[in-house]
């Protein structure tokens, strides 16, 4: 048995494909089986597989229902959480999303799922992306004020439905954690967020995050160890659609 977990398979069988880097980069190339390949030379029945977001480029439930079976038909036990681009899921109908495919697939926002004596806590999360406007050597000129403050207000959103699922977690009497968001859990000026020290206050051993695509890209957030923290991403073209082993 062990732990796995990669991000953002944009999949897209019953609706457009709206990314120009999935249209023109090589990693994207018929991703969808060289990462059903890659599962199955991997996982096995008891192994868990948890999706950190973006999993469909469907807007409507009827229009990921392929995208679904997909991820169905892969191996071992699959666990998702919400990510920015999935318009299917509404925070508030995660429940509902649990009941309808209970025994298949389990929805991971604002609550919990166990691993063993771990439980594995997450949100969607977000940070301020930008805009800003950085001089030739990096130093801040400024930047989009209205943006900052409507990411303010989705931080704090996402904070409170990460502090949910913690305290889930905590009543059930979990005391060891890992963590999932599909942002990242800071942005390039950051050196820590309301995400990284809520992940330190109750303990958590691993934050896995996903989002962030391009190689001059991944860099922009926190990777490796800090604070007692190890961070992970895990976006599928960073990993080059090879899930991410977290825990035996």
Same mark, same amino acid.
């Not at 940070?127 to 001089?135: I, S, T």
């Given at each position: 048995?062990?732990?796995?977990?990669?991000?953002?398979?944009?999949?897209?069988?019953?609706?457009?494909?709206?990314?120009?880097?999935?249209?023109?980069?090589?990693?994207?190339?018929?991703?969808?089986?060289?990462?059903?390949?890659?599962?199955?030379?991997?996982?096995?029945?008891? =192994?868990?597989?948890?999706?950190?977001?973006?999993?469909?480029?469907?807007?409507?439930?009827?229009?990921?229902?392929?995208?679904?079976?997909?991820?169905?038909?892969?191996?071992?036990?699959?666990?998702?959480?919400?990510?920015? +681009?999935?318009?299917?899921?509404?925070?508030?109908?995660?429940?509902?999303?649990?009941?309808?495919?209970?025994?298949?697939?389990?929805?991971?926002? %604002?609550?919990?799922?166990?691993?063993? =004596?771990?439980?594995?806590?997450?949100?969607?999360?977000?940070?301020?992306?930008?805009?800003?406007?950085? =001089?030739?050597? %990096?130093?801040?000129?400024?930047?989009?004020?209205?943006?900052?403050?409507?990411?303010?207000?989705?931080?704090?959103?996402?904070?409170?439905?990460?502090?949910?699922?913690?305290?889930?977690?905590?009543?059930?009497?979990?005391?060891?954690?890992?963590?999932?968001? +599909?942002?990242?859990?800071?942005?390039?000026?950051?050196?820590?967020?309301?995400?990284?020290?809520?992940?330190?206050? *109750?303990?958590?051993?691993?934050?896995? *995050?996903? +989002?962030?695509?391009?190689?001059?890209?991944?860099?922009?957030?926190?990777?490796?160890?800090?604070? %007692?923290?190890? *961070?992970?991403?895990?976006?599928?073209?960073?990993?080059?659609?090879?899930?991410?082993?977290?825990?035996?």
């Amino acid at each position: 048995m062990a732990l796995y977990a990669i991000g953002d398979l944009h999949l897209h069988f019953q609706s457009p494909l709206k990314s120009q880097r999935q249209m023109r980069e090589r990693v994207w190339k018929n991703h969808e089986e060289v990462f059903r390949r890659n599962c199955e030379a991997l996982l096995t029945p008891e =192994d868990t597989l948890v999706l950190v977001g973006d999993h469909s480029w469907g807007r409507k439930m009827e229009e990921c229902e392929e995208d679904f079976r997909y991820i169905e038909s892969l191996p071992g036990r699959k666990i998702l959480v919400r990510g920015n +681009h999935d318009m299917f899921w509404d925070a508030g109908k995660t429940e509902e999303l649990n009941r309808r495919f209970a025994g298949r697939l389990s929805f991971l926002q %604002g609550n919990f799922c166990s691993y063993g =004596d771990f439980a594995l806590v997450g949100t969607k999360g977000a940070c301020f992306e930008g805009p800003f406007w950085l =001089d030739r050597r %990096g130093r801040i000129l400024g930047w989009d004020e209205e943006a900052e403050a409507r990411a303010k207000k989705l931080v704090e959103r996402e904070l409170a439905r990460l502090r949910d699922s913690f305290e889930a977690a905590r009543a059930a009497g979990f005391r060891r954690f890992l963590c999932f968001l +599909h942002y990242p859990p800071t942005n390039i000026l950051e050196e820590d967020s309301g995400f990284t020290r809520m992940a330190e206050e *109750y303990g958590a051993e691993q934050l896995i *995050y996903a +989002h962030i695509h391009g190689e001059n890209r991944f860099g922009d957030s926190i990777l490796g160890e800090k604070n %007692g923290v190890r *961070y992970r991403l895990v976006s599928g073209d960073y990993r080059k659609w090879q899930p991410d082993k977290l825990l035996d």
